[in-house]
């Protein structure tokens, strides 16, 4: 009897964990969104007050933020941009729509004046909002759903178990 | 390996593929005498060298013939080659692009022309870009030797005189790197064909020279004198009334001044500030005549 009631705790537990983890992967993707928002305002700054050239400027931003993207100063920004895009590890469980916006920040930078450079910054950080709010509300609504499922499925099998 | 062909793979790293290859398979053709790349929108790319222009085939040979069946360079093309030479930071040219031209690494300089953005009656950008034309630097070390052997002392200050493509410019960068070790020079660079730094370093060798890059020349020449303490104020092409105003000021200083000026330079007002003892005329880069002022002034 002990070992069933131990063995149905693991199972609780175990789920419980599921759910929390899945969970967390809803964090990480709002935190990942947050640190793209403040990589895209330190840049913002860089180009109105600083003028270097567009690889060093992504660098000491990525740097100065935390943002996990490393351009290689080596191929065309572009090809470079999503390069770097592309091997953003999927520990922050980024979404298609996440995605293609990262690419389309990256298509643009360096090829236009300043004003065009500030306008094109502009309006990816009112998208990236909207992305930011809906991570917001995926949050509200499925995190504690995630946490809950994990201990009540945990929970039914391990009934089912006894 | 040699000068001429380090100098031309440099140039043309700026290009994109497929030019770029063609280019380099044609390497021992052009890399001695090449002066100019031109790319036109939807035209035919051409290669200017000392003596003639050529056109690439595209089966990648040049030939002296223009026909339809040439290599050209599309509308993508001048995009990516501006935005390469810009180091995909077009913004940080800005103030380059709006005055038409960019200087790249190794001092060359991509000149460019499109359709102008004006703004308060200034070209403040330009859009539309149709043709860029990609001048290969070539300094020409010793090319003042025997001018100096002759003038070895020029603090009465030299104006060189010339037509355009005349070596006024190759000239007087030659002048700055030999007499820099000699006395203390402010070179005025405003347009980055003198020294062409990048990043704030000379592409050319232009010796121990201060260089003033960017400068409005007048302006530079007044914080040149007042923060350098030079004994020449070397400078390309001065013509404007704020430069002669500015150039008064340095004689008054003290300072000589070396410039290059188009055409015969005998028009009277670069002379009268009488910040110029002598005259240098070039004709096809090479001296045709030194004159004193006064033998000027006589004939």
Known sequence: MPLKIIGCLLIVSAAFSAGTLLSKRLYRRRDFLSSFKTFLQALKTELRYNGGDIFSLVGACARQTGFPIDVDGDKPFEVSWQEAVGGIPRYYSLCAKDLELLTECGS??????????????????????????????????????????GFFVGASAAILLL | ???????????????????????????????????????????????????ERYFISNTGSPTAFCSD????????????????????????RQNEIS??????????????????????????????????????????????????????DLRGGVLICGA???????????LARQLSYSYKISLLDERGELAACVG??????????????????????????????????????????KELEALEECRRCGVSV???????????????????STLVYLDERRISAIKTVGDSRAA
């Open chain 1, 108 to 149: 643009q930078l360096g090829k236009t004046d300043l004003e065009g450079q500030l306008s094109h910054l502009s309006l990816i950080e009112a998208r990236l909002d909207s992305l930011i709010a809906e991570a917001g509300e995926s949050i509200a609504k499925k995190s504690r759903l995630y946490k809950t499922m």
């Open chain 2, 1 to 51: 390996m040699k000068e001429d062909v380090i100098r031309y793979r440099q140039a043309i790293s700026c290009l994109t593929e497929p030019l770029k290859s063609v280019l380099l398979q044609n390497e021992a053709v052009f890399a001695q005498k090449i002066t100019e790349i031109r790319l036109r929108v939807n035209r035919p790319v051409s290669v200017q060298c000392t003596a």
């Open chain 2, 69 to 92: 069946s040439m290599l050209k360079a599309d509308r993508q093309t001048i995009e990516n080659v501006v935005h390469t030479i810009c180091d995909y930071s077009v913004y940080s």
């Open chain 2, 99 to 152: 005055e038409g031209f960019v200087t790249l690494r190794g001092g060359h300089r991509a000149g460019i022309c499109g359709t102008a953005v004006l703004s308060s009656g200034t070209v403040s950008n330009i859009r539309d870009i149709s043709s860029v034309n990609l001048r290969i630097a070539r300094e020409v070390r010793g090319c003042a030797d025997g001018f100096l052997l002759r003038n070895p």
């Open chain 2, 164 to 174: 355009p493509n005349s070596g006024k410019t190759t000239f007087i960068r030659d």
């Open chain 2, 200 to 241: 704030g370093e000379p592409q050319n060798d232009v010796g121990l020279c201060d260089v003033y890059c960017g400068y409005p020349k007048s302006v530079a020449m007044l914080q040149a004198v007042r923060s350098m303490s030079p004994d020449i104020i070397i400078c390309d092409e001065i013509g404007s009334a």
């Open chain 2, 258 to 276: 070396v410039a290059t000026a188009h055409a015969d330079g005998n028009s009277g007002q670069i002379l009268r500030t009488n910040a110029f």
